[in-house]
């Protein structure tokens, strides 16, 4: 399943800048681990030490925050759009 | 010397700094997670662990003589604010230094000793908005922002919309498209550029962080400026000090929508004593949330330190955020300070805005009809010491929710215009 990944300025430093990259995976989870395959190291910066999402990292499939989903194993079909946005905004 | 064009990033320093000034006298950004330190500029998200960002200073010493001969406005505390010392100098609302009612017959039906309305519906659009976007206007400003803008839950995009039309900004609000309509027209009167987004509040932060990290020379108030926004907020508290005589209250009962508020108060008290502005002392600070929009009170009643995101579904529009930025920061207050989060029905919050109404004259908007019905389910669960000082902070005008309660309130009777059709109501 390929999917495009937005990528927001605070991680950009591992895509060489790029904001949307592509990566495979029939799940969020892989998905993630496909990009981190890609762009070494940036997985890390979205999943925390026990391998959740950060706290102050949202993650959204097409319009859908992954928390009211399935989290990690959310499915991410093919031409998928998934977002990942810092948290702290707002209010 | 030239002051850099706001970026997008919230990673990368500007490349040439702000102006000697341009924030007063905050040395830096830190987190509040890890503690990592952002030089001053349009970053809002740790680099390390996005985290948020907070302002930290260096203070001089300031004095109550100070601030008491300054403007009755917020700038009357410029010192401790990420402003420049000049910025009385460009137009803006003034904002600030609202009443502090004493609320006699509202503590008489509560059953409180001393109780204050801090009433913050007085400001310019009628909420205390305008005082964190008079700070984020400023940030813009020094950043040489080209365009100024918010997602908002309508209080929000009424301040955004008529400071940047004060400042001479081209301003962009983004809605929830089916926000309140007195709450669209109050903000579509200053601008050409409200957006209404079909999705709840969420949606339309998500969208504007995702414009933020998109557009250059966009100053979102609450996205790439929000630490010097939210700063606004202290105002609040340093306000509520200085009305009492410069010594801060017993406890106090906050709305909290993305919690900044009840954080930035605490903040205000923290600073003050620090400063010798007042004595230090306990204080309480409670949170008040609607329940169709709780995960703040969720989390502090099931004791967890995990804010669990909701889909709000309450009248309580201007505090329906479900996915609150500061809610873990307000578990760790209320409880830190022996406060507690508290959270009321939708009837409930209608009841809140007549009883306030009725017995001291002030209406309020539903956050304020959801405060006053939380002091009182706080009372009444013997969670609120009623023998203590107590402030209530009314954030906003009911002029601009009246749909909450039009179906309660009305003519008592429909008469002729004669004497005997009067005397026949016995309203006499």
């Known amino acids: ?91 | 010397m030239s002051a850099p064009t706001i970026e997008t990033s919230t990673t990368t320093p500007a490349t040439a700094g702000p102006r000697e000034g341009a924030f007063g006298h905050a040395v830096a950004l830190a987190c509040r997670e890890c503690g990592h330190r952002t030089e001053l500029g349009p970053h809002y998200a740790c680099p390390e662990c996005f985290g948020p960002l907070e302002v930290a200073y260096e203070f001089p010493a300031v004095t109550r003589e100070e601030i008491e001969a300054g403007p009755s406005n917020i700038w009357r505390y410029k010192a401790l604010l990420p402003v420049p010392d000049d910025i009385e100098q460009s137009p803006n609302t003034e904002p600030g230094f609202t009443r502090l009612l004493p609320a006699k017959n509202l503590a008489a039906e509560l059953g409180l000793d001393r109780l204050w309305v801090k009433d913050d519906s007085t400001n310019p659009t009628n909420s205390f908005k305008d005082r964190v976007v008079a700070c984020a206007l400023s940030a813009a400003r020094e950043l040489d922002a080209k365009v100024f803008a918010c997602p908002s839950t309508g209080n929000l995009a009424n301040a955004v919309a008529a400071a940047g039309a004060r400042a001479g900004m081209k301003t962009v609000v983004f809605i929830p498209s089916n926000l309140e309509h007195a709450k669209q027209v109050n903000s579509a009167v200053y601008t050409d550029s409200l957006v209404a987004v079909d999705g709840n509040y969420d949606d339309v932060n998500k969208l504007a962080s995702e414009i933020a990290g998109e557009e250059d020379g966009w100053a979102f108030v609450n996205v790439n400026v929000r630490p010097y926004y939210a700063e606004g907020s202290k105002t609040l508290g340093y306000e509520i000090a200085e009305q009492l005589g410069w010594r801060l209250p017993d406890q106090v009962v906050i709305p909290v929508a993305s919690g900044s508020q009840l954080t930035k108060v605490d903040k205000a008290f923290q600073e003050l004593i620090t400063l010798g502005l007042v004595e230090d002392k306990p204080y309480r600070i409670y949170g008040a949330q609607a329940e169709g929009c709780s995960p703040v009170s969720a989390a502090y009643k099931a004791k967890v330190d995990a804010i669990r995101p909701v889909k709000p579904d309450t009248i309580a529009k201007s505090l329906a955020i479900g996915n609150p930025a500061d809610g873990i920061y307000v578990l760790d207050i209320c409880r830190r300070t022996g406060g507690a989060v508290e959270d009321v029905t939708d009837d409930q919050v209608r009841e809140g805005i007549l009883l306030l109404a009725r017995t001291e004259g002030v209406f309020t908007e539903t956050a304020g009809g959801t405060t006053v019905a939380v002091l009182r389910k706080l009372v009444e669960t013997g969670q609120l010491d009623t023998s203590l000082e107590t402030v209530v902070i009314n954030t906003g005008m009911g002029l601009k929710t009246l749909d909450a309660v039009a179906d309660r309130v009305g003519p008592a009777a429909t008469i002729a215009p004669s004497y005997d059709a009067f005397t026949a109501t016995g309203i006499a």
């Not at chain 1, 395959?37 to 959204?60: H, P, W």
């Open chain 1, 1 to 91: 399943m390929s999917v495009s990944v937005r990528i927001p300025t605070i991680l950009r430093t591992y895509t060489g800048g790029e904001s949307e990259v592509s990566a495979d995976g029939a799940t969020l989870a892989d998905v993630l681990d496909d990009l981190d395959a890609s762009y070494s190291g940036i997985k890390g910066r979205i999943l925390d030490e026990q391998g959740e999402l950060r706290r102050f990292v949202n993650v959204y499939v097409g319009n859908d925050d992954v928390r009211f989903l399935d989290h990690l194993a959310t499915p991410t079909p093919d031409g998928t759009q998934v977002s990942v946005i810092p948290a702290v905004a707002g209010g």
